[in-house]
């Protein structure tokens, strides 16, 4: 029955030597798999290989065997002799491969615009064209982006092939061309799309949200859903995966979970804290004093578009100088609760949001380490405190886990967890 | 040929649905390619596989058909249901899973410490504990960085199978105890490390660096030399690996890229920019102000331990009045210049170095986008400035490529570079 269908999988394959010696990141898979993924396309396996003819033949083989209807290929379709993927490719689909003259012709005048191919000898721009344009039999080839033309291919009783360029933005640029290619429609034709949400904890331990899980599904059947749970800078992040049909699993789901941690619970629609506090902050003004964090809050907080509107500005404050003399941290505050202090914490905030006239302050400082803990206030041990101009206060000083970048992170994450409670006056 | 006959390969598992649906981008694929790499281990592939055990039993045994002698997988070793990883493996190795119960103790004296776990119904607690103790047959386990131990696992006729953690952290912490145990330095005793060099340029395109590689090709043969280029954090990277015996191909080479970029040519040593600032700034006071890279660089130069010995601090100046109340930049330069414009930038530099009794200040404002471009000022064009008590000035102000993110980034390395430039006395 229709609705009981098979999942339609895929499996990605990057090629490239670089990407194995783990000097360059792969950027393709990652944007290949949400793309799949928003297609209601569940990605099998995402494999990165070598430019060695066999690793890759054996990589294709593998993902055929694991019955995906689908397979993305990302680089390897340059001129030089290590870009091996059409003719592996076409090995694969066991098709010969066929000079195409029309693309022979493209790329020979896309060529002819790049004037630093003039120190080129003719013969080796000749040979490069021509490898460029060899497209396997029966197969569509895609108009290039770069000089590159992709490819897509059905495989005879085997997948669809889509053969892109290695360079993010012509892969990109080429995707629409490949997904409406009769050989892939027929097989996006067979997909049902993914219904998914996400929410957001912030203050729970990851090990309590897995015995929330447990627990939950001790009353209702969950397995319609696909369930990630995950750790990110300090919050959980909850994905919850659904084909059409379990919408009312999955919001019983969301209703037990926000029942069990209201407080900790503050996003299911997806917004992030930065989105939230982004809106939050509209039409007010916030003043900043880090001192451990270095200018992470502030430079996290511009990070989007028009935040100039509302960071008034900061001060990244490390030494006891800096505290007085710019935020008017008294000198005896710091002497006498010393300068990773929720006195001095509170003090910075203060401080921050008179200097900018600011309607909101934050302020933090605490021991980034890996030096400089002591028995009292050990590595991790971070002061926070937000206060507003109508005498709201919310401090917190935990000790964090992690290195050095993590604290420093954690702590910026804190920082924005109580700015964006004293913003919604769910603060205490 | 022999140095084919003798590379060890090995595969990498990453385990995570949430790495197939491209929510969250793979850390420990590439740092781990990396690690072998430096061992001279060939890594054949990379593959990443979400939750579902039948597909890492699929990856593990295609990884063994092709011959890897190593296979090391990170995630899947939580204590949650869709953490699969130990019992696929001891599946794979045809072995039981037996509780360790020594290791059952001491996590759960790990667990102890978390204060937070004591809302926990014992049992759920216990369970938990004691999967995360499980442990197949002959397999070594290996102390836990957070809750989880990781596990070394010589399989019968097959590879040698290293399980680790996912969160970064931990699987960077338990590397050197996977590594030193006895089934994997058997392995790693039959193979033969690569050499390498790695040189970072700036200022140079990458254009230019392909063309010299291409002339230095046509007098030294460079066939016994790996050379990767690649464009990052507007540096060039050129990495360069060969087995040992072309240490004088290599070294010739060096030369012939220094000859020809000797200004653009910063570090042969491995150092970074950030390393090579760290050694300049000992024993002075830099002070930062900061307009459109929003904290960036304080965040950047406070990343490293000890840096608080040289960054006094620093201002995010935002609005028009921070530059004129915190940084004593005059009105009527802002007036007559723009906020944007190079005079502001040396008035900024000079200010942060008053402001925090510094011997150098940098002084960074700049147009970030997406909006806010005109046609002499459009969005990437960024003033950058650096001065110093001894009267040194170097300025730029470059229109810089990219979205937002690239743009606040290029302008902090740019800051960067300028900085060292006037530290080493190599300013003009």
């Not at 120190?119 to 460029?132: E, W």
């Not at 619970?265 to 902050?281: C, E, H, N, R, Y």
């Not at 935020?327 to 300068?339: C, S």
Request: aromatic content about 4%.
């Amino acid at each position: 029955m229709s609705a009981e269908k098979m999942n339609v999988r895929a499996g990605i394959v990057v090629t490239g030597t670089e990407l194995l010696s783990g000097l360059v990141t792969d950027r393709n898979g990652p944007w290949l798999a949400q793309r799949l993924d928003e297609l209601g396309v569940e990605v099998a396996h995402l494999v990165l290989v070598g430019d060695r003819p066999a690793d890759l033949a054996a990589t294709l083989r593998f993902l055929a065997d694991q019955g995906v209807e689908l397979i993305v290929t990302s680089g390897g379709l340059g001129p030089t002799a290590d870009d091996v993927t059409t003719e592996v490719v076409a090995d694969f689909a066991g098709v010969e491969l066929e000079l195409d003259e029309a693309m022979e012709r493209q790329i020979a005048a896309i060529l002819a615009r790049f004037r630093y191919l003039a120190h080129f000898s003719p013969q080796a721009l000749r040979a490069a064209n021509r490898k460029q344009a060899m497209v396997p039999r029966g197969a569509l080839a895609l108009d290039p982006v770069g000089t590159a033309p992709g490819l897509v291919l059905q495989v005879d009783g085997g997948p669809t092939v889509v053969v892109l360029p290695g360079p993010p933005r012509e892969l990109r640029a080429m995707w629409p061309s490949a997904m409406s290619s009769p050989a892939a429609t027929s097989v996006l034709a067979r997909t049902r799309p993914f219904e998914s949400a996400r929410l957001r904890l912030f203050g729970v331990p990851e090990s309590q949200i897995a015995a929330t899980l447990r627990e939950v599904g001790e009353t209702l059947d969950l397995t319609p859903l696909e369930i990630t749970t995950c750790l990110r800078r300090a919050e959980i992040v909850i994905d919850i995966r659904h084909r059409p049909g379990a919408e009312a699993i999955r919001d019983g789901l969301i209703e037990a979970i926000r029942a069990r941690h209201a407080r900790q619970l503050f996003s299911t629609d997806g917004t992030s804290l930065d989105d939230q506090l982004a809106v939050l902050l509209r039409g007010r003004r916030i003043g900043l004093a880090e001192s451990c964090t270095g200018g992470l809050l502030a430079a996290r907080l511009t990070e989007r578009p028009g935040s100039s509107d509302y960071v008034a500005g900061g001060v990244v404050a490390y030494s006891n100088t800096a505290k007085t003399e710019l935020l008017g941290v008294p000198t005896e505050l710091i002497e006498r609760h010393g300068a990773v202090s929720p006195e001095v914490a509170r003090a910075m905030a203060d401080g921050a949001r008179h200097r900018f006239g600011a309607s909101a302050g934050v302020g933090i400082t605490g021991v980034a380490g890996p030096g400089g803990g002591t028995e009292a206030k050990p590595v991790g041990y971070v002061c926070i405190c937000v206060t507003t101009g109508d005498g709201a206060v919310l401090a917190r000083d935990p000790v964090l886990p992690g290195d050095r970048a993590e604290i420093r992170d954690r702590s910026v994450t804190v920082a924005m967890h109580l700015l964006r409670r004293v913003l919604t006056g769910a603060a205490r």
